[in-house]
């Protein structure tokens, strides 16, 4: 089925320990994001990325770093978690110009 | 600055009544507006888009420019309804900027 895989679903991660959230799409989606998602605060951008070899700062990208090798992969990375990045976390892609975002299925991290 | 803003966090209705979430956003240009929802246990996804003014499970939004806002109406709530409701906007260089989010409990 078309659409986008994160991996892991969940995770628990000791604190200094670093850590990279992988994201896939198969639709040939140019623009990619990541987001996380947290109570009272919603969805909040971390990095994105609207073309394969660029990437762009969001609302709260401290703490994270994201690579656009090619079309299809996203990953972000913790270098050195911290409790404050417990979250669950999205990757949503979207074809360039007005179109809207498909989401993945989320990754819960736990960060201890 | 772009922003969204939905007042709600917790919306509870009956069963037949009619809903609505609001949303307010802050937009210098012309804003593209979406509503998203997410039932328990699944991925975000797309409910309308104002752009195509259309109705998707019985749910209407009309973009009111004057007064900023994007509001999600249905007129009879349904169980199946309940779930996690995100506004969103479309700003610049590709950024999707999302509310709080409103959580939607239909009684029956």
């Known amino acids: 089925t078309a659409g986008i895989t994160q991996a892991p679903t969940s995770q628990i991660l000791a604190a200094g320990r670093s850590m990279t959230l992988r994201c896939t799409q198969d639709?040939?989606?140019?623009?990619m994001y990541w987001y996380r998602q947290d109570l009272g605060l919603g969805l909040r951008l971390i990095h994105y990325s609207n073309t394969a070899g660029t990437t762009g700062k969001g609302e709260v990208p401290d703490g994270y770093s994201v690579s656009r090798a090619n079309t299809d992969d996203f990953p972000l990375t913790l270098a050195s978690a911290v409790p404050s990045q417990t979250s669950v976390y999205f990757c949503?892609?979207?074809?360039?110009?007005?179109?809207?975002?498909?989401f993945g299925n989320g990754t819960r991290l736990t960060v201890t | 600055a772009q922003r969204v803003t939905q007042p709600e966090k917790l919306l509870s209705v009956f069963k037949g009544a009619p809903v609505e979430l609001k949303c307010n956003y802050s937009?210098?240009?012309?804003?593209?507006l979406f509503w998203y929802v997410q039932y328990s246990r699944q991925r975000l996804q797309l409910l309308l888009r104002?752009?195509s003014r259309e109705s998707i499970k019985g749910f209407t939004a009309d973009l009111n420019k004057g007064e900023t806002s994007f509001h999600l109406k249905k007129p009879f709530a349904q169980e199946e309804d309940s779930a996690m409701y995100y506004c969103?906007?479309?700003?610049?260089?590709?950024?999707?900027?999302f509310g709080t989010g409103t959580s939607l409990t239909v009684i029956p």
């Open positions: 639709m040939r989606h140019n623009a």
């Open positions: 937009y210098s240009g012309s804003p593209e």
């Open positions: 104002h752009i």
């Open positions: 969103a906007l479309k700003g610049t260089g590709n950024q999707f900027y």
């Open positions: 949503a892609s979207s074809v360039s110009g007005d179109s809207p975002l498909h």
